[in-house]
């Protein structure tokens, strides 16, 4: 593997071949979400005499899909360059050896697999469930995480509703009807990035069915969907998070006691809708949680209320689910169980879902949105985490 610090030969000006260097520094790999001069995918640089320069960089895989993207910003920063008269950029692929050092280094020198985010990680980590389906919790997790990574913070989130995977769909990560698939490097997967925020999800991982179609479906039983959300949180390389989300399925079944099983350290936000019926089965996925160790965190009401053109709110769900299941859940907690949000009902937050485009980005001033960014903003204000050490807070 090329050493980043290694005298290019072959140059007229080896000085001029360091700035280029220098000036690579601030290429980032989309993927990794690292400078390509720390990851040792820069190779031999060298500048002739006329000031023609002759970059050589190493791709992680044959067929990359960042490729075109880091080619085009090597090329680009090394034009910049003051002293370049023109770029010839020389594409390769990495070794074998290359690649196994390489995830060995973003594992920080460990070859064996495990989960990076457990105990004594400062990783917020938020597992987002509900008693049922069809509360809108995928949709609010989706807005959720791209609402924290605009406000800075390094998120990742992993779609963990393996049967009714949602995810890809409602961030845009979809091309011909089927998720965009992640990258794989050796053993370490590189998860897509969509809008700042970097997922997985088994929809990456399926292939389109031979009759032509474009519908998937996933029928597995309990060991094999702990084996995958396990997979998800050893092989997956999301790097140094600020918050990593869960969007789990609905219900208290195996994905559920799997997520207590490998993170029991979690905090759950429990999603429901005002209805107080939906409430009661809210509070179920909410127990279940603390039974297997974690901590309900707070309590998210969505389709809170249709509001009116005349100022009116039509309540088509009811009202008063969301406090009702926060006090409910707030027995038995040293802390109360605050209700975070109330999301209002949202054509433009549905219409968005359809389109890949978080409402959160497009029409932030929509009341959906402006309670998700609301919600947002509370859950990065708190102190614990990557973003608390960083800013030189208490992390206790």
């Not at 350290?265 to 019926?277: D, F, K, R, S």
């Amino acid at each position: 593997m090329a050493d980043a610090g290694a005298a290019d030969t072959g140059a007229a000006d080896t000085g001029l071949a360091e700035r280029i260097r220098t000036a690579l520094a601030r290429v980032i790999d989309p993927e990794i979400r690292k400078p390509i001069t720390e990851l040792d995918m820069v190779g031999p640089i060298t500048v002739d005499d006329t000031g023609a320069a002759d970059v050589t960089i190493k791709l992680t895989i044959v067929g990359c899909p960042a490729a075109a993207s880091i080619e085009r910003d090597v090329r680009e920063a090394t034009a910049a360059t003051p002293g370049v008269t023109s770029v010839a950029v020389d594409v390769q692929v990495m070794t074998t050896a290359e690649r196994q050092a390489l995830t060995e280094r973003l594992r920080d020198g460990r070859s064996a697999r495990g989960i990076p985010f457990g105990p004594d990680s400062l990783t917020r980590v938020y597992a987002v469930t509900s008693g049922k389906g069809g509360v809108g919790k995928s949709t609010v997790t989706a807005n959720l995480a791209v609402a924290l990574a605009a406000s800075g913070l390094r998120v990742g989130l992993v779609d963990a509703d393996v049967h009714g995977f949602s995810i890809p769909g409602l961030l845009g990560l979809v091309e011909n009807g089927l998720a965009v698939k992640p990258t794989q490097v050796g053993d370490m997967i590189l998860p897509p990035v969509a809008h700042g925020v970097k997922v997985v999800s088994i929809g990456m991982f399926i292939d389109a069915p031979t009759d032509g179609t474009t519908a998937v479906a996933v029928a597995w039983r309990g060991p094999m969907l702990h084996r995958t959300i396990q997979q998800f949180l050893t092989d997956v390389f999301f790097g140094d998070l600020d918050v990593l989300l869960l969007d789990l399925p609905p219900g208290t079944g195996d994905v559920a006691i799997s997520i207590g099983q490998l993170l029991p350290h979690a905090e759950v936000l429990v999603v429901t809708t005002p209805q107080p019926a939906a409430a009661e089965v809210a509070e179920r996925s909410g127990v279940v949680a603390r039974q297997t160790g974690q901590r309900v965190h707070g309590v998210i009401e969505n389709m809170a209320g249709l509001p009116q053109p005349d100022g009116s709110v039509l309540q088509l769900f009811g009202s008063g689910g969301g406090e009702a299941l926060a006090a409910r859940l707030s027995i038995g907690q040293d802390a109360p169980v605050p209700l975070l949000a109330s999301v209002p009902l949202s054509v433009p937050l549905r219409e968005g879902g359809d389109a890949g485009l978080p409402i959160v980005l497009s029409d932030p001033t929509d009341p959906a949105a402006a309670e998700i960014l609301r919600l947002a903003g509370r859950l990065a204000a708190r102190p614990r985490g990557l973003a608390g050490r960083r800013l030189g807070v208490s992390t206790s």
